[in-house]
């Protein structure tokens, strides 16, 4: 943990991280763009695991545990999954606004199909589901708007970094 690029990384994250923690909208957290970051940027990928787990459990141990914990942190690893396939391309904007959007989507789509299954806000039929899903779509407004906007500074303050200190790019 010595490499000045892992300890700026790592800093990074966890500095996003902190935002979970401060009053913000419903799902405009840096969650999602710190797994995506992780994984993308995170030479050891038990690192880039570690650090959105870390940061959850231990927010999570502040703000509450819940019996979601296991879909919510499976998309999680999804999503540094995601930050793997962007490791050649994180200095395309496009490439990086994809990633965004498709964490967002995949968090949208996989947490409130969980809830759904759940039956006790929504029926279990297809209409249950349409509900479920209509009700969540502020949420995912946010959830996208906080992966992108997380992104662009976490992606955006390495890149300014790296050619600000030459020392943390990669050799």
Same mark, same amino acid.
């Given at each position: 943990? #010595?490499?000045?690029?892992?300890?700026? !990384?790592?800093?990074? !994250?966890?500095?996003?991280? =902190? +935002? &979970?923690?401060?009053?913000?909208?419903?799902?405009?957290?840096?969650?999602?763009?710190?797994?995506?970051?992780?994984?993308?940027?995170? $030479? &050891? #990928?038990?690192? @880039?695991?570690?650090?959105?787990?870390?940061?959850?459990?231990? *927010?999570?141990? !502040?703000?509450?545990?819940? *019996?979601?914990?296991?879909?919510?942190?499976? /998309?999680?690893?999804? !999503?540094? /999954?995601?930050?793997?396939?962007?490791? *050649?391309?994180? &200095?395309?904007?496009?490439?990086?606004?994809?990633?965004?959007?498709?964490?967002?989507?995949?968090?949208?789509? =996989?947490?409130?199909?969980?809830?759904?299954? $759940?039956?006790?806000?929504?029926?279990?039929?297809? *209409?249950?589901? =349409?509900? /479920?899903? =209509? +009700?969540?779509?502020?949420?995912?407004?946010?959830?996208?708007?906080?992966?992108?906007?997380?992104?662009?500074?976490?992606?955006?303050?390495? @890149?300014? @970094? $790296?050619? &600000?200190?030459? #020392?943390? +790019?990669? @050799?």
């Amino acid at each position: 943990m #010595k490499s000045p690029r892992l300890l700026f !990384i790592v800093s990074i !994250i966890v500095f996003a991280v =902190v +935002a &979970r923690l401060i009053p913000h909208p419903f799902n405009f957290t840096p969650i999602g763009a710190a797994a995506l970051f992780a994984g993308a940027t995170l $030479e &050891r #990928k038990r690192f @880039a695991f570690l650090v959105p787990f870390a940061a959850m459990l231990l *927010s999570d141990a !502040i703000l509450g545990f819940h *019996s979601g914990m296991p879909v919510v942190y499976g /998309c999680f690893a999804a !999503i540094v /999954c995601i930050g793997f396939a962007l490791r *050649s391309r994180t &200095r395309s904007p496009l490439a990086l606004l994809a990633g965004a959007v498709s964490s967002a989507t995949l968090f949208f789509i =996989v947490t409130n199909f969980y809830v759904w299954t $759940e039956g006790t806000l929504y029926p279990l039929t297809l *209409s249950g589901l =349409v509900t /479920c899903y =209509v +009700a969540a779509v502020p949420f995912y407004g946010n959830q996208l708007a906080g992966d992108a906007v997380y992104a662009a500074v976490l992606f955006g303050g390495l @890149a300014f @970094a $790296e050619h &600000r200190f030459p #020392k943390l +790019a990669v @050799a």
